[in-house]
């Protein structure tokens, strides 16, 4: 049974979707109810697994890799569904709640359960066409959530997102085309231990491995390709904006398989300097953003970029230890991100404006319930990065793996001093909205006290920051064996392929070179 671990949960939320597009609105409810739990339990386990022993490899139809669709399930990938099922079952639960997002559109949960499914499948996936397969997934089903209920706003903000990301799409099938002329191969395993065999002057395939380098940082909204991600996130309904948190994550994950397996054993030039340039670069803006944002919404949405910047430099790093301080960000960042979204929705109903401006009416709303003044003083202490919550430990373990690196000099200095600025000027942006959410306006509304779903999933949520920095050492343990993981392209190559042959000389480009024959390792 355990061999099947990894394909739970891609199955799960398909059969999820196909049972709900035959359902009213509550028993809808209740299959992603169910669906939630299942998740939760199935991907629990896979972490299990994936913890104790060796990759798990899972070839769908039996075909054996490099052929048909095979899912690799690392420590990385576990984790990161796994929290992809956290996720998804406090937004549910929030969507759910009365007359919730869901009512928006009959189709909502179904929706919801196919971004999932693209989502969960873009981390597990062992394939690179696969994962462009899931990528498409994840954009028309995000577009269909985005767009769920209507209004000029949501309808502007999809249509940059879905022409930005075909503009994605498109580079992507070239560099996949470019990759299989230059290796005729598509499977991660196999490209990587084919490149070896190709000499280090391929321009072909230093071509392809720019193009999807450029394909994952544009999904990871690096600058200059990140404009689409404030505005198409702001306008998304809480739930689904929530959801979009881990979403930018998807591309940054990708790229760091794709830089330890392949560019920093072979190319590690293709993306020495630039990459952290425009990640400092996006830093910054990202905190430009913070500080300009009109609503609570908006300051999420830029929060979500000054994550992304922020995990982007690690890459060009090259070592373990900055991977390992990347998961540990990538968890931390996702569950306050999305927690924001939910707080931001909830404030706006209790001050009387959706949006929850910082304008000049705002000292005419009504001041927030504290209790949600309490979930935002935690978030706030977290993202800006201050002790001693979570956030504080992700920056002090990044700010360490700069310590060995592959960055020049003056490239550790620049990180330094941006993740510092970005500290201070997000700090000031949230004490600025706290102030006026919290302190200004007339006396708050009164707060029924029967239980609400909706302030249950944000709890969950915001619970997640203090819980991490309790257990921040088994975190961080953990991360550490996932990063080491990912850094052990031999093994990667070995567990998915089974025993490779002796390291052939180097040879000039044949597309159709028949791939080795041997047994797949136990």
């Given at each position: 049974m355990t061999q099947h671990a990894p394909l739970l949960p891609l199955l799960i939320p398909f059969a999820a979707a196909l049972l709900q597009m035959l359902m009213p609105l509550a028993r809808q409810r209740q299959v992603a109810a169910l669906s939630a739990a299942l998740s939760i339990a199935s991907t629990l386990w896979l972490l299990v697994l994936c913890d104790a022993g060796p990759l798990r490899v899972y070839a769908l139809g039996d075909w054996q890799p490099p052929f048909g669709i095979v899912l690799v399930a690392d420590r990385l990938a576990a984790l990161m569904v796994f929290c992809c099922a956290l996720l998804a079952a406090a937004c549910v639960a929030y969507a759910s709640a009365g007359a919730g997002a869901d009512a928006h559109g009959r189709n909502f949960h179904p929706l919801f359960q196919l971004q999932l499914l693209g989502i969960n499948g873009a981390f597990l996936t062992g394939d690179l066409f696969n994962l462009f397969v899931f990528f498409e997934i994840m954009l028309l089903a995000s577009y269909a959530l985005l767009a769920q209920s209507g209004g000029l706003q949501r309808t502007r903000a999809g249509m940059?997102?879905?022409?930005?990301?075909?503009?994605?799409?498109?580079?992507?099938?070239?560099?996949?085309?470019?990759?299989?002329?230059?290796?005729?191969?598509?499977?991660?395993?196999?490209?990587?231990?084919r490149a070896t065999q190709v000499g280090a002057n391929d321009a072909l395939l230093r071509v392809a491995l720019l193009l999807l380098v450029a394909v994952f940082v544009l999904?990871?909204?690096?600058?200059?390709?990140?404009?689409?991600?404030?505005?198409?996130?702001?306008?998304?309904?809480?739930?689904?904006?929530?959801l979009f948190s881990i979403m930018t994550k998807v591309g940054i994950v990708a790229l760091f398989r794709l830089h330890a397996l392949?560019?920093?054993?072979?190319?590690?030039?293709?993306?020495?300097?630039?990459?952290?340039?425009?990640?400092?670069?996006?830093?910054?803006?990202?905190?430009?953003?913070?500080?300009?944002?009109?609503?609570?919404?908006?300051?999420?949405?830029?929060?979500?970029?000054?994550?992304?910047?922020?995990?982007?430099?690690?890459?060009?790093?090259?070592?373990?230890?900055?991977?390992?301080?990347?998961?540990?960000y990538l968890v931390h960042s996702t569950f306050v991100g999305a927690a924001f979204f939910l707080l931001a929705e909830l404030v706006g109903e209790q001050r009387g404006s959706r949006l929850c401006?910082?304008?000049?009416?705002?000292?005419?709303?009504?001041?927030?319930?504290?209790?949600?003044?309490?979930?935002?003083?935690?978030?706030?202490?977290?993202?800006?990065?201050?002790?001693?919550?979570?956030?504080?430990?992700?920056?002090?373990?990044?700010l360490r793996s700069t310590a060995g690196s592959a960055l020049s000099a003056p490239l550790q200095v620049a990180l330094w001093a941006a993740l510092l600025a970005a500290a201070f000027g997000v700090s000031l942006a949230l004490a600025r909205a706290g102030s006026r959410l919290f302190w200004q306006g007339a006396a708050p509304h009164a707060v029924s006290t029967a239980p609400d779903l909706r302030f249950a999933a944000l709890v969950?949520?915001?619970?997640?920051?203090?819980?991490?920095?309790?257990?921040?050492?088994?975190?961080?343990?953990?991360?550490?064996?996932?990063?080491?993981?990912?850094?052990?392209?031999?093994?990667?190559?070995?567990?998915?392929?089974?025993?490779?042959?002796?390291?052939?000389?180097?040879r000039t480009v044949r597309p159709n070179r028949t791939p080795y024959s041997g047994e797949r390792s136990p």
């Open positions: 940059v997102y879905v022409v930005i990301n075909l503009l994605g799409s498109s580079l992507f099938l070239i560099a996949l085309g470019t990759l299989y002329g230059a290796l005729g191969t598509l499977n991660l395993a196999d490209v990587a231990h999904k990871a909204a690096l600058l200059p390709l990140s404009f689409w991600l404030p505005q198409t996130y702001a306008a998304a309904m809480a739930p689904v904006a929530a392949v560019l920093q054993p072979l190319f590690p030039e293709l993306t020495s300097g630039w990459l952290s340039t425009l990640a400092l670069a996006t830093l910054l803006f990202g905190m430009l953003g913070v500080l300009a944002a009109p609503s609570l919404r908006t300051l999420a949405a830029w929060l979500i970029l000054i994550s992304a910047g922020t995990l982007q430099n690690l890459p060009s790093f090259g070592t373990p230890e900055a991977t390992a301080a990347g998961i540990f401006s910082f304008g000049p009416d705002a000292a005419e709303a009504k001041r927030a319930a504290p209790a949600l003044g309490i979930a935002f003083f935690v978030l706030a202490i977290s993202v800006a990065g201050l002790p001693p919550f979570s956030g504080f430990i992700g920056k002090l373990l990044i969950f949520l915001v619970a997640c920051a203090p819980l991490v920095t309790l257990f921040a050492q088994p975190v961080v343990d953990y991360a550490t064996r996932a990063a080491r993981q990912v850094h052990d392209g031999p093994a990667y190559v070995r567990d998915v392929l089974g025993t490779p042959p002796e390291a052939a000389p180097a």
